[in-house]
């Protein structure tokens, strides 16, 4: 039993006659009788009742009519809204706290002016959980920072940022001429969640260096850590354009320390196997310009 076979069905219901659904359907008669022969038979019920050549549904007949319209509708009503989504540009894009923050709205505002009908879905979180979300095609792209080491992604690099260390204006340690690495251990450590940490150059780096820092607060967002900063004598290792807005401000600040920097790339990252939607082209493209 096909969808075809019912359409021929609903035809015979509505016409009355094998040859007047035969003529609404641009099919033959025979066409007509063979397809409602075979619904009888597979389902060995009588659908219709023969009367001076017309034909009358039976009260089973009747019930499969109901039923037959609304899997009908379904089916229209799914090839309709598949259809329409097809012709969508739609994007699942990731981004890592950073970057999600701080550049992948506009972006997104960019791939608006580019695509028409454009639709997306976003999810800002840590580097860890974007790869996972990209291996097991849950996301098409996204862009984030750190390390990527997965080898079923394709991984490009379209920028730079830089981890500083971070602390309110007034804080005790900037009394001090020189600040020295064990200097940060006598203050409470704002810290990001596990997830993002076990990245962190910066914080991997003074642990090489016999620094031992007292977390004390953890935090998953950005804003909360900034918020401990501003309100607390803790530190804490950020981002630097995600405090772009507060150093203007002046109400954080970087410590002079250590003198070495920690840059770390922005990465476009993307399964190896996934197919580059024309959507995908649009927003490398965005990205290659930005570069």
């Known amino acids: 039993m096909t969808l075809h076979h019912l359409e021929i069905f ?31 038979k597979y389902y060995q019920v009588q659908l219709f009742e023969r009367i001076n050549h017309r034909l009358y549904l039976s009260s089973i007949g009747k019930e499969m009519q109901v039923r037959a319209l609304k899997i009908l509708e379904m089916y229209e009503e799914m090839e309709e809204e598949i259809t329409r989504k097809g012709k969508q540009n739609h994007l699942r894009i990731g981004a890592s706290l ?13 791939l608006k ?8 879905e976003a999810l800002v979180n840590n580097t860890s959980l974007i790869e996972s979300k990209i291996e097991n095609y849950e996301l098409d792209l996204a ?46 450590f704002i810290a990001r969640e596990d997830g993002s940490r076990k990245r962190n150059q910066l914080e991997l780096y003074l642990k090489k260096q016999g620094v031992t820092l007292m977390t004390n607060y953890s935090c998953s967002g950005v804003e909360a850590i900034k918020q401990a900063l501003m309100y607390t004598d803790g530190i804490s290792i950020l ?23 920690f840059k770390r790339s922005i990465r476009l990252i993307y399964h190896k196997d996934k197919y580059v939607s024309k959507e995908m082209k649009v927003f490398f493209h965005l990205l290659e310009q930005q570069v």
């Open 143 to 188: 862009i984030v920072e750190g390390y990527v080491e997965n080898k079923n992604l394709i991984v490009k690099e379209i920028g730079e940022d830089e981890l500083v260390l971070v602390a309110r204006v007034n804080h005790p340690i900037f009394t001090k001429r020189k600040i020295e690495a064990q200097d940060l251990e006598r203050y409470a």
């Open 239 to 261: 981002s630097k354009m995600m405090i772009e807005e507060e150093l203007k401000k002046g109400v954080l600040q970087i410590l002079p320390f250590p003198t070495k920097q």
């Open 98 to 110: 950073s970057v999600g923050t701080c550049l992948l709205p506009k972006y997104i505002q960019k």
């Open 10 to 40: 609903l035809a015979v219901c509505r016409e009355k006659t094998t040859y007047a659904a035969a003529q609404a359907l641009n099919l033959s008669q025979p066409a007509i009788s063979k397809a409602i022969t075979e619904l009888e």
């Open 113 to 120: 002016l580019e695509l028409n009908d454009f639709t997306y």
